[in-house]
């Protein structure tokens, strides 16, 4: 399974940035898609998830109201939109794919897209 995740790079607080993840029609139509995240010296987080069967979509409460999950089907692409970007939300930004809600239920991890937020 493959996850290609693009769309990192170097913007300044309260800028947008929107980051996409593409794989294959099988890998999407199958399982739940998302975003973690892992900034310098923590451990990597839960940033937001789509489950393609239900349309449901979560966020983190550190996230919610700025960063925007959705999907393109025809694409088998799932995108973040994020905006009012913060310097905390430096991270390496990973794509995800795995079970329902994905919190703890990965199966797949992309290669990771680095996101610098300037104060």
């Known amino acids: 399974v493959q996850l290609q995740g693009v769309g990192g790079g170097l913007v300044q607080a309260g800028d947008s940035l929107s980051l996409a993840c593409a794989t294959s029609?099988?890998?999407?139509?199958?399982?739940?898609m998302g975003w973690f995240r892992q900034a310098p010296g923590k451990e990597r987080e839960f940033v937001g998830a789509?489950?393609?069967?239900?349309?449901?979509?979560s966020y983190a409460d550190s996230v919610k109201g700025r960063f925007t999950i959705s999907r393109d089907n025809a694409k088998n692409t799932v995108y973040l939109q994020m905006n009012s970007l913060k310097p905390e939300d430096t991270a390496v930004y990973y794509c995800?794919?795995?079970?329902?809600?994905?919190?703890?239920?990965?199966?797949?991890w992309g290669q990771g897209t680095l996101v610098t937020v300037s104060s």
């Open positions: 995800a794919a795995g079970l329902w809600p994905l919190v703890r239920t990965v199966r797949y």
């Open positions: 029609t099988r890998t999407f139509s199958s399982y739940a």
């Open positions: 789509t489950n393609w069967s239900s349309g449901r979509i």
